[in-house]
């Protein structure tokens, strides 16, 4: 069975950082890009950051403004997010997704939520 | 950047009825169009991948059709478990983009 559990959100002051962890079992990680999606509070979902099973590349949202980096460690079949200079807009559930048929989403999280506020 | 509008943004219909969720692109995103269903508090679920294909476990009530930048969700006799957000993704283009949803809720 896939399991995808995130961890590493909280209360963070603007200005601050977090390292967002995703820990993957059920399949072979080190076969399959993963991503990283939020939903901010009451609102729809948004696409992050994707990296592609060797980590040969990484793509991100513009929004993020070179705020945030994604990373993997196959060894550990984790992925992370590490994100600084955090604004109240990043205030988001954020779930880590795993890739299937390109850039689809076939298997998700249960979401860590990140609340950026004073 | 491609943007995806769905609508209606939200449709009032009963158990048994007939549902056409649409999702159009700003520019072609070929075949490469998914769909979402999302309840509270929970993740989305991938419906639909590569405009028409289910997802491992999705019931043959919802399908999925169109090309190019006009696309359709299809639910064809509503369940009460269906009743929920649904959204649409292109993976043609980066960034990756999802459309605002469509809220199917009981009537």
Redesign the interface.
């Known amino acids: 069975e896939v399991q995808l559990l995130e961890s590493g959100g909280g209360l963070v002051q603007p200005g601050g950082s977090l390292r967002l962890s995703c820990a993957a079992s059920g399949f072979t990680f080190s076969s399959y890009a993963m991503?990283w999606?939020r939903q901010a509070p009451g609102k729809?979902?948004?696409?992050v950051s994707?990296i592609p099973a060797s980590s040969d590349y990484t793509?991100?949202?513009?929004s993020l403004e070179g705020r945030f980096t994604i990373s993997r460690d196959n060894s550990k079949n984790t992925l992370y997010l590490q994100m600084n200079s955090l604004r109240a807009e990043d205030t988001a559930v954020y779930?880590c997704a795993k890739a299937?048929?390109?850039?689809?989403?076939?298997f998700?999280?249960?979401?860590t939520l990140v609340t950026v506020s004073s | 950047e491609s943007v995806l509008t769905q609508s209606p943004a939200t449709l009032s219909l009963s158990p048994g009825e007939r549902v056409t969720l649409s999702c159009r692109a700003s520019q072609s995103v070929s075949s490469y169009l998914a769909w979402y269903q999302q309840k509270p508090g929970q993740a989305p679920r991938l419906l639909i991948y590569d405009v028409s294909n289910r997802a491992t476990g999705i019931p043959a009530r919802f399908s999925g059709s169109g090309s190019g930048t006009d696309f359709t969700l299809t639910i064809s006799s509503l369940e009460p478990e269906d009743f929920a957000l649904y959204y649409c993704q292109e993976s043609n283009n980066w960034p990756l983009t999802f459309g605002g949803g469509t809220r199917v809720e009981i009537k």
């Open positions: 991503n999606v729809g979902l948004e696409w994707s793509r991100y949202a513009a779930y299937f048929s390109g850039w689809f989403f076939d998700w999280g249960q979401g």
